[in-house]
């Protein structure tokens, strides 16, 4: 019998599949796009499925632009750890911070806004990146009883990364869609990612696996 037949305690976790994360956005993933009409066919297996949507007030404090003489990508330290500085992207009410026009997922039944606190980028769906400020979704989960959490999405090794380790974290099962994923791979992050999953337990799955099943 086939394990990964979705069922009725099972999540589909869409990460940020927005435009400034695809070609021609602000901070482009290559080749981002390409997953979008994977994902619309991955969605139609789930009962259950939560969309994430970076959402970043003007003056962000993970934009170089907030910070005079810095330029995008390089790191600084905040209060929180070090900070990848990003160009401005996904903010509050702009065309580059909505959902791809192409992403068809009618029944999705949350959408979960993050990194709307200026003083606090936020990767991952369950904590910003303090590790400690929750977004709620654990809480969620729990309520509705969904275990499993299969996650595609923008980028593999930022956003995806840090939901599927943060899922784990919180005693949730997570199984990661790769080729539902794209990767920014900003020093060495997309070898890391997988030597983190590695550790935490987070499953890699191909999307045949699951559409076969």
Known sequence: MNDLIPGEQDLLLVVDIQNDFCPGGALAVPRGDEIVPLVNRLAGRF????LTQDWHPKGHL??????????PYETIEVAY?????WPDHCVQGTRGAAFRADLAIPHAELVLRKGYHREIDSYSAFFEND???RTGLSGY?????????????LA?????????EDACRQGFEAIVIEDACRGID???????TYEVF?????????????LAA
Do not use: N
Request: charged share 20%; net charge positive.
């Open 131 to 133: 590790r400690k400020t």
């Open 198 to 210: 590695a550790k935490a337990g987070v499953r890699c799955i191909a999307s045949g696996d699951l």
């Open 141 to 153: 989960l729990a309520e509705r009883g969904l275990h499993r959490i299969f996650l595609a999405g």
């Open 62 to 71: 993970s934009f170089a632009s907030s910070h005079p003489g810095k330029q």
């Open 47 to 50: 009962a259950h499925v939560a």
């Open 156 to 164: 593999f090794d930022f956003c995806v990364r840090y939901s599927a």
């Open 186 to 192: 900003i020093g060495g992050s997309v070898k890391a």
């Open 81 to 85: 750890g070090s900070q990848v500085l």
